[in-house]
Structure formats: structure tokens, C-alpha cells
């Protein structure tokens, strides 16, 4: 059986959003590639546990407020100055703490911006974890049908400022004529707050829309063998079947439903919380929980491995405004 390595894993974001790289000392395997601050959790710890304890003895900080986030499971290969190991990696963000940052172990620390890294070479491990950090926690999915022009685009307006950077058009009702004065519509609102837009199915309309995306159905998903290019590919995935084919053509991100009761899908059978998470464990690109979701359900999408959660109705209501 392979012996697996558990290690708590640290996302320190600061109020500009950016997150801290260090990198490896001297005399360690890896040296010099650059991580997150975090370490080996030792028999008898908790992971967060091991998280405070790791984050004092390498960077000097005891952490004050934790959210834990995904888990991922990497095979490191041997190198020259280290044998093969199979690492467990709990990650937690971390966005408060008491002390001053001083790197104890002689490493090199550097405060990043997702989407933008530009120290090198990053472990492995840590790359998809990069990717994730550069979407935000929120995907809102339009509801022009059911609140009308002037309250969307008014509910629109408030949750750009509020920091919505993220956005699928998807308004089935709409003929192409329609379906493309509103995307643009809402690509003008949007772009000023440099959020992103993806249309729901139409590839070749989003393109010419000039949008940032589009977001595929499940059906679409698994007829695909290759994901465009130069473009956001995002998708709606059910099941593990549907996940492990997003995963295989590198989507960009997709969306895992129901997870709970929902009014556009009314039969289905909700996944819960626990279901959703087990389906977490082998899947690396980043996943919105979606169905039934609110604002308040965020902490535990996090804690269950999701990306985020995505929105419809919830995200325009009143309540959330």
C-alpha cells in the first residue's frame, strides 16, 4: 500500500486580495520551487491542528481566522535529492492572523496575484490550485425572465459593485436577435468591473458577441473531444461520469448540481453536501456548487471542495441586494 504523506496547506490572502508564495529552503527536497506556506501534519493532529502549528514555525503567525477548503491527493516522482511520495493536501484560507511575517526557515517570501504568478518554478502540486485561486467564489446565472429588464439590470448594477465577477447568460426565451442585445447588454455593464460573461450553449455567438465564454450543457459536454481554445469553457456536470470528462478536456470550470432542492428542477434528486464532497476527491478543476444555493451557503461549499457557488435566483433577490 502506498504510504500517503498528510499536509495542511495555507492560502494567506491579504485586503488587496493577493495570496503568499515562499519558497524552499536550501537543503530540502524541491529547493528553491515555490509553495504554499504549510506542512506535514503529525500523528495525533487535526489539520488545522497542524496548520497553526506550521504556520508559526516557518512564516512566524498564528492564523485567527480559517476557512478550510479543498483536499487534493499528488504523486510527486522521484528526483535527484528525493524518493517518490504520495501527498494528501488540505488547503484552508487563511485571511487573518496575529504577528509579522518572517520567514524562520531562511525562504523567500512573495505576495502573488491569481492569474498573474510571476515567481517560478511552482511545485507541481500547487499549479491547479493557481487556477482555482483566479475565479471567484461567486457564478450568477441571469434570470431575465422572471424579474424583468429593470430590476435585473438594477440587481446587476449593485452586484458588480458589490464585486460579481463572474456572470452566465442564459436566457432560454430569448430568440438570437434578443439573446444578443441583452448579452451585450450585459458585457458593457460588466466590463468596466473587468468581470467575465459567458453565454449558456451558443460557442459560435459568444464569439462573435465578443463575450469571455460559454457554459455548456451536460449533454454538450460529453459529445465534446476537444475544448475550443482561446476562450472560457465552462460546463454542467451531474455525475462522476460527467466530471471525470470535463477533468480529461481541461474545462475550465464547471458547475456540480442539484445540491440541494431547487425550483427549476423540482424531480431531482438533491446530491447533499456529503455526496458532493466524495465526488470532489479525485477532481482538480474547479467545481460551483449549484442548486438551491444562497449567499450563506459559501462557507460550506468551500469546506466541501468547491470553487464556489453559483446563483440564480438567490443571487438577485432582494435579501441578497
Request: hydrophobic letters at 45%; proline letters at 6%.
Given at each position: 500500500?502506498?504510504?500517503?504523506?498528510?499536509?495542511?496547506?495555507?492560502?494567506?490572502?491579504?485586503?488587496?486580495?493577493?495570496?503568499?508564495?515562499?519558497?524552499?529552503?536550501?537543503g530540502?527536497p524541491?529547493?528553491?520551487?515555490?509553495?504554499?506556506?504549510g506542512?506535514?501534519?503529525?500523528?495525533g493532529?487535526?489539520p488545522?491542528?497542524a496548520?497553526?502549528?506550521e504556520?508559526?514555525?516557518?512564516?512566524g503567525?498564528?492564523?485567527?481566522?480559517?476557512?478550510?477548503?479543498?483536499?487534493?491527493?499528488?504523486?510527486?516522482?522521484?528526483?535527484?535529492?528525493?524518493?517518490?511520495?504520495?501527498?494528501?493536501?488540505?488547503?484552508?484560507?487563511?485571511?487573518?492572523?496575529?504577528?509579522?511575517?518572517?520567514?524562520?526557515?531562511?525562504?523567500?517570501?512573495?505576495?502573488?496575484?491569481?492569474?498573474?504568478?510571476?515567481?517560478?518554478?511552482?511545485?507541481?502540486?500547487?499549479?491547479?490550485?493557481?487556477?482555482?485561486?483566479?475565479?471567484?467564489?461567486?457564478?450568477?446565472?441571469?434570470?431575465?425572465?422572471?424579474?424583468?429588464?429593470?430590476?435585473f439590470?438594477?440587481?446587476?448594477?449593485?452586484?458588480?459593485?458589490a464585486?460579481?465577477?463572474?456572470i452566465?447568460?442564459?436566457?432560454?426565451?430569448l430568440?438570437?436577435?434578443?439573446?444578443?442585445?441583452?448579452?451585450?447588454q450585459?458585457?458593457?455593464?460588466?466590463?468596466?468591473?473587468?468581470?467575465?460573461?459567458?453565454?449558456?450553449?451558443?460557442?459560435?455567438?459568444a464569439?462573435?458577441?465578443?463575450?469571455?465564454?460559454?457554459?455548456?450543457?451536460?449533454?454538450?459536454?460529453l459529445?465534446?473531444k476537444?475544448?475550443?481554445?482561446?476562450?472560457?469553457?465552462?460546463?454542467?456536470?451531474?455525475?462522476?461520469?460527467e466530471?471525470?470528462?470535463?477533468?480529461?478536456?481541461?474545462?475550465?470550470?464547471?458547475?456540480?448540481?442539484?445540491?440541494?432542492?431547487?425550483?427549476?428542477?423540482?424531480?431531482?434528486?438533491?446530491l447533499?453536501?456529503?455526496?458532493?464532497?466524495?465526488?470532489?476527491?479525485?477532481?482538480?478543476?474547479?467545481?460551483?456548487?449549484?442548486?438551491?444555493?444562497?449567499?450563506?451557503d459559501?462557507?460550506?461549499?468551500?469546506?466541501?471542495?468547491?470553487?464556489?457557488?453559483?446563483m440564480?435566483?438567490?443571487l438577485?433577490?432582494?435579501?441578497?441586494?
Open positions: 500500500m502506498t504510504k500517503v504523506t498528510h499536509v495542511s496547506v495555507a492560502i494567506l490572502k491579504n485586503e488587496s486580495g493577493e495570496f503568499l508564495l515562499a519558497s524552499r529552503p536550501t530540502k524541491w529547493a528553491g520551487w515555490w509553495e504554499f506556506p506542512g506535514k501534519i503529525e500523528v493532529e487535526l488545522e491542528q496548520l497553526v502549528r504556520l508559526y514555525e516557518e512564516i503567525i498564528v492564523p485567527t481566522q480559517v476557512q478550510p477548503w479543498l483536499q487534493k491527493r499528488f504523486d510527486y516522482p522521484a528526483t535527484h535529492d528525493s524518493s517518490a511520495k504520495t501527498v494528501h493536501l488540505h488547503f484552508f484560507f487563511v485571511t487573518q492572523w496575529q504577528g509579522n511575517l518572517t520567514p524562520k526557515e531562511g525562504q523567500a517570501l512573495s505576495w502573488q496575484t491569481a492569474g498573474a504568478v510571476s515567481v517560478e518554478p511552482v511545485l507541481p502540486a500547487n499549479v491547479p490550485i493557481m487556477k482555482a485561486l483566479a475565479l471567484p467564489s461567486i457564478y450568477a446565472i441571469t434570470n431575465l425572465a422572471e424579474l424583468g429588464e429593470r430590476f439590470f438594477d440587481a446587476l448594477q449593485m452586484q458588480l459593485t464585486g460579481l465577477r463572474l452566465q447568460v442564459r436566457e432560454k426565451q430568440d438570437t436577435e434578443a439573446l444578443s442585445q441583452f448579452a451585450i450585459v458585457k458593457a455593464m460588466a466590463q468596466p468591473f473587468g468581470a467575465k460573461v459567458l453565454l449558456n450553449q451558443e460557442l459560435e455567438l464569439v462573435t458577441l465578443g463575450l469571455d465564454g460559454v457554459h455548456l450543457s451536460s449533454k454538450a459536454l459529445q465534446l476537444q475544448k475550443p481554445a482561446d476562450i472560457l469553457v465552462a460546463a454542467s456536470c451531474h455525475n462522476d461520469i466530471l471525470a470528462h470535463a477533468q480529461a478536456l481541461a474545462m475550465d470550470f464547471v458547475t456540480l448540481s442539484p445540491v440541494a432542492e431547487t425550483n427549476s428542477h423540482p424531480n431531482a434528486k438533491p447533499g453536501w456529503q455526496t458532493f464532497s466524495s465526488l470532489m476527491d479525485n477532481i482538480t478543476l474547479p467545481v460551483f456548487a449549484l442548486g438551491g444555493m444562497r449567499t450563506v459559501l462557507p460550506q461549499a468551500l469546506a466541501s471542495g468547491a470553487q464556489g457557488i453559483a440564480q435566483r438567490a438577485w433577490s432582494a435579501t441578497n441586494l
